[in-house]
């Protein structure tokens, strides 16, 4: 894991203003956060690091590519990232209390002590939030779906199927009903 220093940034020794980072992605650098539903990976990360007395500005700019599955068909899909994110690290006293107590997810607390803000996390909580959700096939100019026509075919008759099951069993219950009005006498 000696490649996760690459997501730290030693902050103790830029002088105030403005710094830009850029890293790029891969599935490499999912590894330690278990099995994603993508691969194939291809994302750049820009970061723009603005250092201030006691806080940074954190601007992330994702982009890049990811490939998945439809979520309808099953068809393989490249899926495009582009999002932004923005974080203010505050140096304070007692970060894991302030953190804690925090209810904006913008904002994270680190303490004076320290030199470098690890920024792996974010990074890849940020990409898999720029992964456009659901995942599907799209449509063409007129409008028809991208997806496996054989699948979409097997969803419909199984819908078809699944509603006249539900009527047949609405039937059992139906007969039931013509006891609803007898008097109880």
Known sequence: MS????FEIAFVGLKLGK???????????????????????????????????????????????VDSLCDRCG??????????????????ENPDEMNEAEEDPDVYYISRTESHVKIADWIYEFISLSIP?????????????LCNPEVLAKLSQMEKDATEEAKNENSIWKDLDKFKNIDEN
């Open 75 to 92: 068809n393989p899909l490249t899926l495009q990232l582009w999002d932004e994110f923005n974080i203010v690290v505050k140096m304070v």
């Open 133 to 145: 959700n659901p995942h599907y096939c799209g449509e063409d100019e007129q409008g028809k779906s």
């Open 19 to 65: 710094h830009e980072f850029e890293y790029q992605v891969d599935d490499k650098f999912f590894e330690p956060y278990g099995e994603q539903d993508f691969d194939n990976c291809q994302a750049k990360v820009k970061l723009l690091l603005e250092k201030e007395n006691g806080f940074l500005l954190l601007k992330f700019d994702i982009s890049g590519t």
């Open 3 to 6: 490649n996760r220093r690459v």
